[in-house]
């Protein structure tokens, strides 16, 4: 029996298993190891599509709905609620477990082998401070699993599967895992002892990319729309600050598809006439008639990362869609203030997991970027400033986890 490793993550997922006694990861797209966590219900072909093919179709301005980051749904009552999703009455539990199977299929596509079994990597906190939420996620991901058609699953910690697959210790010194995901943050410091890998501590905290998009679509986008903006009451002669929840809504990835009601497209269209200047609101009405929210997500997402090039100091967040020449200045310099409060979480999980070991920074010997958001340049500013004497690994920040994954199931399958 051959034990499928995945990492089911919130922005990207992978999967993959050993091959002559080397990690093999799963081509899961075409040329790729990696695809997005995307879902499109196709509104007219009434098909379902995922990853890259998924984005492509909100892309192209399909008529459908397009879902994102639902592993950070995961422990909370959304999960279970049965709603209209496109042309069906699902709940995520499905959705998620839709994309499970498809993974499934691939992976067995690809090897000619069943896989009815899988060991799923998690976070160690699904969510930071809610002990109850937190064992439902873990609850809520196995169910996916089983609906999926899974046999068993079992879980590990994804930065001590990052461990299992990073280079070589020196002699005496110890590792630091920085995991930086779409929507966690995860340490574990780890030693070697010849060829076996012992985890000293794990901690976590509910920060990632996906919050980053949000802290920057928030502080530089959502202005454009309105946000903070006055609008006359209805009724008399006073004004009032148009409400922050639809904002916060729009600039978050999972709340995204859910913030098209008639109720929100009366409320802009309302703002849109009262406001002291229309022009923001008339923006937001736009987005919400045309349903947009993706697509300013996806430009977010996009000028933060040609920003973080080392040879760009400042980027523009495309906003064309919505309006011709729209577009939303970004800099280093704001990026960095806008990032600053989720960069001093990340610092301090890093902290207090060296506490849980009892260590201090000059142990570390090496730090192990993983996932795409670790390499953000406000994630290694933190780490190097707590560890300046460690050698800093970012080589397989993409694939680690998977690979991870891969050499954890050969070593629980039964021989």
């Known amino acids: 029996m051959t034990i499928l490793g995945i990492d089911f993550g919130t922005s990207n997922t992978a999967a993959g298993v050993m091959v002559a006694g080397r990690p093999h990861l799963i081509s899961v797209e075409p040329g790729r190891t990696t695809l997005p966590t995307s879902v499109f219900f196709d509104y007219e072909r009434k098909v379902t599509t995922y990853g890259s093919v998924a984005n492509a179709a909100l892309i192209d301005g399909r008529e459908g709905r397009f879902m994102r980051a639902l592993k950070s749904v995961l ?8 709603r209209q999703i496109a042309y069906e009455r699902l709940t995520l539990i499905e959705v998620v477990a839709r994309f499970l199977r498809m993974l499934r299929e691939r992976a067995e596509s690809e090897t000619g082998e069943i896989y009815d079994v899988a060991l799923s990597g998690r976070p160690v906190r699904f969510h ?23 046999r068993d699953v079992s879980f590990m910690y994804e930065p001590e599967a990052a461990a299992l697959a990073s280079g070589p210790l020196d002699k005496g010194a110890l590792g630091l895992i920085v995991d930086i995901g779409g929507g966690t943050s995860d340490f574990s410091i780890f030693e070697r002892d010849g060829a076996a890998t012992r985890i000293i501590a794990s901690h976590g905290v509910r920060v990632g990319g996906t919050d980053f998009d949000r802290a920057i679509s928030i502080a530089e986008v959502m202005p454009l729309l309105g946000r903070g903006a006055e609008v006359r009451n209805e009724l008399g002669d006073g004004r009032h600050v148009a409400p922050n929840a639809i904002y916060n809504d729009l600039a978050t990835w999972q709340k995204i598809p859910f913030v098209y009601t008639p109720e929100n497209r009366r409320m802009a269209a309302d703002f849109a006439k009262l406001g002291i200047d229309p022009v923001p609101f008339c923006r937001l009405k736009t987005v919400l008639e045309m349903e947009l ?6 430009a977010v997402e996009a000028g933060k990362i040609k920003l973080n090039k080392p040879d760009v100091t400042d980027a523009g967040i495309d906003l064309r869609v919505i309006a011709p020449a729209l577009w939303a200045h970004l800099t280093k310099t ?25 260590i201090t920074p000059d142990r570390i010997g090496k730090v192990v970027f993983v996932g795409g958001s670790s390499l953000m340049h406000v994630v290694e500013q933190a780490m190097v400033g707590m560890f300046p004497n460690a050698a800093l690994e970012r080589t397989e920040a993409f694939t680690a986890v998977a690979d991870g994954l891969a050499i954890a199931a050969a070593q629980r399958a039964p021989s």
């Open 75 to 82: 422990g909370t009552p959304l999960m279970r609620e049965k």
């Open 128 to 150: 930071s401070t809610d002990a109850v939420r937190n064992a439902q996620a873990e609850v809520d991901l196995r169910e996916a699993y089983m609906v999926a058609g899974y």
């Open 293 to 298: 929210g993706h697509d300013i997500a996806f």
């Open 334 to 358: 704001t990026m960095a203030h806008v990032l600053a409060d989720h960069a001093a979480q990340i610092e301090t999980c890093a902290s207090e997991t060296l506490a849980m070991a009892n």
